[in-house]
C-alpha cells in the first residue's frame, strides 16, 4: 500500500480548555496525566520542526496527490500547534515547572533544525511513526480515555490521535518521493528511527515528564481510587512511567519501521478513524464537539 487511503481533512478547532480543574486527572498514580502533559509540551516545536522539514521539499514533489497531502498534513499539524498552546497556557496554571519542562523540547528541537534537511525529514518520519503509534493506542480504547480525563483533554487528544492517523504516510512518501528508494535513502530513514527514538521516549516524554512532575503541586480535590487492573481503563494505564511505555507504544509495530518495504499503510488502521468520525461528526467546525 502507499500513500493515505482517503483525503486528509483540514478541520478548523478551537478548544476552551478553562473549565479543566487542576490535575490529578487520572486515577492511576498520575503517570498518563504526566506523560499526556508531557507530550503536549512537547508537541509545539516538534509541529514546526514537521512542518519546516517537509516544506523544505515540498518544490520537488511532482505527484499531485502527495502535494495535496503535504498541504493537508502542514494545515493540521498548524492546528495541532495552536490547540496545543492554549492547553500548554493551561497547564502552566497548574504546574510550576511548565515553562522549564516546555524549554527543552523547544531547545532540542531549535538544534536539531540545524541538521540537514534531508536529516531532518527522515527524523520528522521516525517521530511520525511513534505519534500514529501512540494514536492507535489511543483511538483503541477511546472510551476507556474519555472516562478518566476532563472532557476537553480527551476531545483534543482524540482529534489529534485521528488526524495522526490520517496523516501518517505523509513525512514518509515524501522521503521516498525526493531521496527514492534506494539504499542510500534506505540508510538515511534508519539512522532517523535510530535517533528518533531516545528522542522520543527520554527527552520529549520521559525528561520533560520528570521535570514536569518535580513542580507537581498538591491537588485541592480527592484523588480518585486506582482503578482495577481488570477493567479497561486499568488495561490502558499501565501502573507507571515505563509501564505506560511499555504497553502504550505496539512495539511490534515499532520494528516493522525497520523494514526495507515498509510503508505506514501496511498497517491499515483507517477503521479507527471512521470509528471517530462517526462519533464525532462535527469535530472540526470551529466548537468543541458535544462530548458523549
Ligand atoms: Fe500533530
Ligand atoms: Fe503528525
Known sequence: MTGAPFPIVRRQVAIDFEPVPPGPWFPAGGALEIMFNAASLSFPP???????AVRDYQDRISDQGLREQVQG???QEAM?????????AMLARHYPNCRRAEQISITTFRRLGRLPRWFRLSLSS?????????ADT??????DFRTIVPPEIADMWLWHAAEETEHKSVCFDVHQAVLGAGLLSYGNRLAGMLVATPLFLFVMLLWVAM???RGRPRSAVPVPQKPSTTDGAGRFLGRNM?????????WRLYFSYYRPSFHPWDHDNSGLIAVWKERYPDFGAGLRSPTT
Open 73 to 75: 498534513f502542514i494545515y
Open 126 to 134: 521516525a517521530l511520525e511513526h511513534f505519534t500514529s503509534m501512540v
Open 138 to 143: 489511543l483511538l483503541h480504547h477511546p472510551d
Open 242 to 250: 515505563l509501564g505506560l511505555l511499555r504497553h502504550g507504544v505496539p
Open 46 to 52: 516538534t509541529e514546526r520542526f514537521f512542518i519546516a
Open 80 to 88: 495541532h500547534n495552536k490547540v496545543h498552546l492554549d492547553c500548554n
Open 211 to 213: 521535570v514536569l512532575k
